[in-house]
């Protein structure tokens, strides 16, 4: 009975040691040829691949240095197994052509990257007055009658709960219009002179004005009227289960940047 496991573990260990002497170098050459190499598949049609990598090479618009230095790899492989060259120029060749591969695998990465990249950013910045219009209309479910549009609100658009526009639709929306870089510049306006255009009618009960910048205590004072009609101002309001003020409205918006 062993009293330690360790001896046994250690009588169990097999050493192996290079000697590059003639017959060493011959043994290494005998094991050599029982692993299969990439470069020796290359060199088995050594001429057809290097021509199709230069065919490749050449319809990417690229060079063949790639299929090259692979040939120089096959070749630097036989002339070494056959005694033409000593192992330290056999390693250097293989050395230059993994070398070559890590690099076309970068920059194949980078390539997709940037083909990513420019999908992201690819945002509709041509947004046509028509459409903004058929998208406010769909977004109220407003409708048009007599040549002049209406804004009707139905019984489920005044209840949070029961509302088709759920807080998922807010954000995405938000994010599309964040992402449009020309709506910012003209938003305000178009809206406006939509409601002109268009006739819309403004439910004076429900229409409420809130200021957000305080320092302003001009705009304080004012009065805000639609036509004729005042318009109430608040200091908060709820909407789709939202309450805005001062405070909220702003974690509000650095929620959405």
């Known amino acids: 009975m062993w009293s330690s496991s360790k001896p046994f573990r250690e009588e169990q260990k097999k050493v192996t ?23 020796e598949d290359m060199g ?11 065919e490749s090479d050449d319809e990417k ?33 293989k050395r230059r052509y993994r070398e070559r591969c890590r690099e076309k695998t ?6 997709e990257e940037k083909e990513i990249k420019k999908k992201k950013e690819s945002v509709n910045e041509e947004i046509t007055m028509q459409e903004w ?25 005044m209840t949070p709960k029961e509302t088709e526009i759920t807080a998922e639709e807010v954000e995405r ?16 306006r178009t809206t406006w002179s939509l409601w002109q255009r268009k006739k819309l009618e403004v439910n004076l009960e429900k229409t409420k004005i809130m200021i957000f910048n305080r320092r302003k205590r001009k705009s304080e004072e004012r009065e805000w ?6 318009i109430e101002r608040v200091s908060e309001f709820r909407y789709l289960g939202y309450t805005f003020n ?10 959405f940047k």
């Open 133 to 157: 219009e058929e998208y406010l209309m769909k977004l109220v479910e407003g409708r048009k009658e007599e040549g002049e549009a209406r804004i009707q609100l139905n019984e489920k658009q």
């Open 44 to 54: 088995e049609d050594g001429g057809r691949a290097e021509g199709s990598d230069r």
């Open 106 to 111: 970068k920059q194949g990465r980078e390539r």
């Open 61 to 93: 618009g690229g060079d063949s240095k790639g299929a090259k230095r692979a040939g120089r790899s096959v070749k630097a492989l036989r002339a070494w197994r056959t005694n033409k060259i000593d192992r330290s120029r056999f390693l250097e060749a």
């Open 246 to 255: 001062e405070r909220a409205t702003a974690n509000f918006e650095n929620k």
């Open 225 to 230: 009227k639609w036509e004729e009609s005042k």
């Open 17 to 39: 040691i290079k000697v590059w002497d003639e017959q060493g170098v011959e043994e290494y050459k005998r094991r050599l040829e029982k692993v299969t190499f990439e470069e």
């Open 173 to 188: 929306q938000m994010r599309k219009l964040k992402n449009s870089k020309k709506f910012e510049a003209w938003h305000l």
